[in-house]
């Protein structure tokens, strides 16, 4: 009897733990699906603002199709503002800009300087911050990658070009002192078009054009003019109408010559002064122009003498009798001087110029050049040895 009470109170106890594991295991099964639920619905709702921020920063990225100019320089800050709407961003978002895998800092330079594809690539970072059972951080990173193509269109930089003026059988080499320069390529071949007859006289046009390897073209033209080599006059013995009046009183005979013969006269002074300063006036009327700097007309003026008149060597007394080669005719007449007469004719036509200048050495027996007033500074100019520029000369330098 006992052991059939036994057993049946075995029986119930056991059937109740079958109850409460039954029902934990219920209640189990009950949390995890629950706690699924939320778990997924807090899940879809943080992806949801997540994207909506990464959706709505994507909108700050702008286009950047156009070429850039090889050459150009941008600061980090203009990059910016041509490749971000900062208005168009989430709040907190920050952001880098990398050219060809170098961040750039603010305040920092990037200069393109190589032709062809550059890649570029915006980054931003916007930290999230949400709650599930504890807080979460998440930051929302954007990427945006450019290709920027630079491009060479400016065409290449001539210089030294101007229009010329020779004597009949001088020596004339068209690409004297053309040069061309290209930002890309650096210095190119000049290429000339034209010829020059030095026997004969008349006016030459020249084209002098350079192309670099983007097919970009520079060309410009310039004149060549031949004159007939002046003819000196002799002394005046005779007498002429208007110009020298011959008298004689007992054993005295006196000649007097007008001022304005003895001026144009190349056998005095005064004359060939006369002669020189209206050469002077007349090359710089076609050398220079109205509009032009100072500085500009000073390097018109060093490079007309430069490559147009030629040294003279022998710098004796005797050499100057026969040439006048220490004055500004023999420049700017006869197409030949020492270093004085080069200087002379720079002051001769730095005058016609408007141009503040002083001869530097002048009455020594020594080399001779002249300084230029350009933006309050005395500039050397040298004309004998082509050289505008600096405070001191090469000679004082060494």
């Given at each position: 009897?006992?052991?059939?009470?036994?057993?049946?109170?075995?029986?119930?106890?056991?059937?109740?733990?079958?109850?409460?594991?039954?029902?934990?295991?219920?209640?189990?099964?009950?949390?995890?699906?629950?706690?699924?639920?939320?778990?997924?619905?807090?899940?879809?709702r943080e992806e949801e603002k997540v994207q909506a921020i990464r959706k709505q920063n994507?909108?700050?990225?702008?286009?950047?199709?156009?070429?850039?100019?090889?050459?150009?320089?941008?600061?980090?800050?203009?990059?910016?503002?041509?490749?971000?709407?900062?208005?168009?961003?989430?709040?907190?978002?920050?952001?880098?800009?990398?050219?060809?895998?170098?961040?750039?800092?603010?305040?920092?330079?990037?200069?393109?300087?190589?032709?062809?594809?550059?890649?570029?690539?915006?980054?931003?970072?916007?930290?999230?911050?949400?709650?599930?059972?504890?807080?979460?951080?998440?930051?929302?990173?954007?990427?945006?990658?450019?290709?920027?193509?630079?491009?060479?269109?400016?065409?290449?930089?001539?210089?030294?070009?101007?229009?010329?003026?020779?004597?009949?059988?001088?020596?004339?080499?068209?690409?004297?002192?053309?040069?061309?320069?290209?930002?890309?390529?650096?210095?190119?071949?000049?290429?000339?078009?034209?010829?020059?007859?030095?026997?004969?006289?008349?006016?030459?046009?020249?084209?002098?054009?350079?192309?670099?390897?983007?097919?970009?073209?520079?060309?410009?033209?310039?004149?060549?003019?031949?004159?007939?080599?002046?003819?000196?006059?002799?002394?005046?013995?005779?007498?002429?109408?208007?110009?020298?009046?011959?008298?004689?009183?007992?054993?005295?005979?006196?000649?007097?010559?007008?001022?304005?013969?003895?001026?144009?006269?190349?056998?005095?002074?005064?004359?060939?002064?006369?002669?020189?300063?209206?050469?002077?006036?007349?090359?710089?009327?076609?050398?220079?122009?109205?509009?032009?700097?100072?500085?500009?007309?000073?390097?018109?003026?060093?490079?007309?003498?430069?490559?147009?008149?030629?040294?003279?060597?022998?710098?004796?007394?005797?050499?100057?009798?026969?040439?006048?080669?220490?004055?500004?005719?023999?420049?700017?007449?006869?197409?030949?001087?020492?270093?004085?007469?080069?200087?002379?004719?720079?002051?001769?036509?730095?005058?016609?110029?408007?141009?503040?200048?002083?001869?530097?050495?002048?009455?020594?027996?020594?080399?001779?050049?002249?300084?230029?007033?350009?933006?309050?500074?005395?500039?050397?100019?040298?004309?004998?040895?082509?050289?505008?520029?600096?405070?001191?000369?090469?000679?004082?330098?060494?």
């Open positions: 009897m006992e052991e059939a009470t036994e057993k049946k109170k075995g029986s119930k106890i056991g059937k109740v733990l079958a109850i409460l594991f039954a029902t934990l295991l219920i209640a189990i099964a009950v949390i995890g699906i629950v706690g699924y639920v939320y778990y997924r619905s807090v899940g879809i994507q909108t700050a990225f702008l286009p950047f199709e156009e070429p850039i100019e090889y050459g150009t320089e941008m600061s980090y800050e203009e990059l910016c503002e041509k490749l971000i709407a900062s208005d168009h961003l989430s709040k907190g978002t920050t952001f880098s800009v990398l050219v060809n895998h170098k961040e750039l800092t603010k305040g920092s330079q990037y200069v393109f300087e190589t032709v062809g594809n550059h890649v570029l690539q915006v980054r931003f970072s916007c930290p999230y911050e949400y709650t599930f059972f504890t807080k979460q951080l998440k930051m929302i990173e954007n990427t945006k990658d450019y290709v920027l193509v630079v491009e060479d269109t400016k065409p290449p930089i001539l210089s030294g070009i101007e229009d010329k003026i020779i004597t009949i059988g001088d020596e004339f080499d068209p690409k004297s002192g053309v040069t061309a320069h290209d930002e890309v390529d650096g210095a190119l071949e000049v290429q000339i078009e034209g010829t020059v007859d030095t026997a004969k006289a008349g006016e030459y046009v020249i084209k002098v054009f350079a192309t670099d390897k983007n097919e970009n073209v520079a060309e410009q033209t310039y004149t060549v003019t031949v004159k007939e080599k002046p003819v000196e006059k002799a002394p005046s013995t005779t007498t002429n109408k208007g110009s020298s009046t011959i008298s004689s009183n007992a054993n005295k005979t006196t000649t007097t010559t007008s001022q304005e013969e003895v001026a144009d006269d190349t056998s005095t002074k005064s004359g060939r002064l006369k002669l020189a300063t209206a050469e002077a006036k007349r090359v710089v009327g076609q050398i220079t122009k109205p509009s032009m700097s100072v500085e500009q007309k000073a390097q018109a003026i060093c490079s007309y003498l430069y490559q147009n008149v030629a040294r003279q060597t022998n710098q004796s007394n005797e050499a100057y009798k026969a040439n006048f080669g220490n004055e500004a005719y023999a420049a700017l007449i006869l197409k030949k001087a020492a270093c004085s007469g080069f200087c002379k004719a720079v002051t001769l036509m730095c005058n016609a110029a408007g141009v503040q200048s002083k001869h530097i050495n002048a009455n020594s027996w020594q080399h001779q050049w002249n300084t230029v007033l350009i933006n309050s500074e005395w500039i050397i100019l040298d004309a004998q040895i082509g050289l505008l520029g600096g405070t001191v000369h090469p000679l004082e330098a060494n």
